[in-house]
């Protein structure tokens, strides 16, 4: 065997263990780049995971959902999005956003009010939105507590803030400072909080998308921050097997002709 026999087995022998090595790559970036080249027929961006999914394959931690009972057959469902703003829910159905954290819901004459950080959000039984008071409207400076007179039904709001007692009177829509004994203040159920699959399917229109999933795997961020630099090496060995695979057609094909 000849020095050109024996370079040829060698490059022969390593152009089969690395496309070996590598045919699973070639598989997942053919795969993902068909996908990618039809996202809009296949509706890739469009589609996404649920959050749970999200949580598992992006540690995306979601927030623990808090949850007030207005009556038996209400319930005011709040979950934070990362972003200092949270969605709020009567019972299954998504009303809205406000700012994080939500501090407690009550009924409020024939509807409901939400206290959110630094804003009450105040809105019909349906869910319609009646109006938004912050800070600079009157809602009072660092309000935590949210509640209303155990004797009154709901026509008076309490807000306690720094230690202080006020109550917005709905009718009027003033505030007053206040001086009660025996209030009912908003409190979180204790119990743990599963959100229904309705909830998790609004939550889900805003999370990762399949076009995003699939644009990671094609790039290799699945494996970290050296996951790209990673997939840069795979490309380069496609390179030497290209490169080995066409020096041995080239010189067996330069022999032959060189025999004829």
Not at 36 to 61: C, F, I, K, Q
Not at 207 to 222: K, P, Q, T
Request: include cysteine; charged fraction near 20%.
């Amino acid at each position: 065997m000849n020095s050109w026999q024996r370079v040829r087995m060698a490059l022969l022998r390593w152009h089969r263990r690395l496309g070996a090595a590598v045919a699973i790559f070639v598989l997942l970036l053919s795969i993902t780049g068909i996908a990618l080249n039809h996202t809009s027929e296949l509706g890739l961006a469009y589609r996404y995971l649920r959050p749970g999914w999200s949580e598992l394959m992006y540690d995306v931690s979601i927030p623990r959902p808090s949850q007030y009972l207005l009556a038996e057959d209400q319930r005011i469902t709040f979950v934070t999005n990362g972003n200092g703003h949270g969605s709020y829910f009567l019972n299954d159905e998504l009303l809205g956003e406000c700012f994080a954290p939500l501090k407690g819901a009550v009924n409020a004459g024939a509807g409901f009010a939400l206290l959110c950080n630094q804003q009450l959000v105040w809105l019909t039984g349906d869910g319609a939105l009646i109006d938004t008071i912050d800070e600079m409207f009157g809602l009072p400076p660092n309000s935590g507590q949210i509640g209303h007179p155990a004797d009154e039904g709901g026509e008076k709001i309490l807000i306690k803030a720094e230690g202080t007692t006020f109550a917005l009177d709905l009718n009027a829509v003033n505030w007053q400072e206040l001086e009660v004994t025996d209030t009912e203040w908003s409190a979180a159920l204790e119990k743990d909080i599963r959100l229904s699959d309705n909830i998790q399917a609004q939550l889900a229109e805003g999370g990762i998308s399949w076009e995003r999933i699939i644009l990671d795997l094609h790039a290799g961020r699945f494996m970290g921050s050296m996951g790209p630099y990673f997939m840069d090496l795979v490309a380069l060995i496609f390179m030497a097997i290209a490169l080995s695979g066409i020096w041995v057609w080239a010189r067996a094909l330069w022999q032959r002709s060189r025999r004829s």
